[in-house]
């Protein structure tokens, strides 16, 4: 990615990996900015591209999971939570199912300490992430839960 660095009231053109784009993003993007798979990955320097190119072709649950990974990990703010602590509480959404997927909607947040209903890379560090989560990437989640 190509960007301008002004130093000393000069402009020097740089470039720069995924990776260091992901590094100033994390000091400049809030949870509530992750609205997209394609901004998960952005904040995550992965390549949403070569993510496709990678994992489509696997069955439609599968593939929602692994994309709900990245936008956990960025809603998370890039840390991952450390399912071994009981100490530190985790958040996750709860969704209701009424007859149908077209019935499917977020519900509610709910944490645990020492256990979880939900797989650990799914895990929110806050009840509002985990509620920002729930809600804006309700259709993602359902393909994840309902395939």
């Known amino acids: 990615m190509n960007a301008i660095l002004k130093i000393n009231n000069q402009e020097i053109p740089v470039e720069l990996t995924l990776g260091q784009v992901a590094k100033i993003n994390k000091a400049a993007i809030h949870y509530t900015d992750i609205t997209s798979f394609e901004a998960a990955c952005e904040f995550n320097g992965v390549d949403p591209v070569e993510f496709e190119k990678k994992y489509s072709f696997?069955?439609?649950?599968?593939?929602?999971h692994l994309k709900l990974e990245e936008i956990v990990k960025a809603i998370n703010g890039g840390e991952k939570q450390d399912y071994s602590d009981v100490d530190v509480i985790k958040y996750y959404p709860w969704f209701?199912?009424?007859?149908?997927?077209?019935?499917?909607?977020?519900?509610?947040?709910?944490?645990?300490?020492?256990?979880?209903?939900?797989?650990?890379?799914?895990?929110?560090?806050t009840e509002e992430g985990a509620e920002h989560g729930g809600k804006t990437f309700v259709d993602l989640y359902n393909d994840y839960i309902n395939g």
């Open 58 to 64: 696997l069955p439609k649950h599968i593939y929602a």
């Open 96 to 125: 209701n199912s009424v007859g149908s997927a077209s019935g499917f909607s977020f519900d509610d947040v709910d944490y645990g300490r020492d256990h979880s209903a939900v797989g650990s890379r799914l895990l929110y560090k």
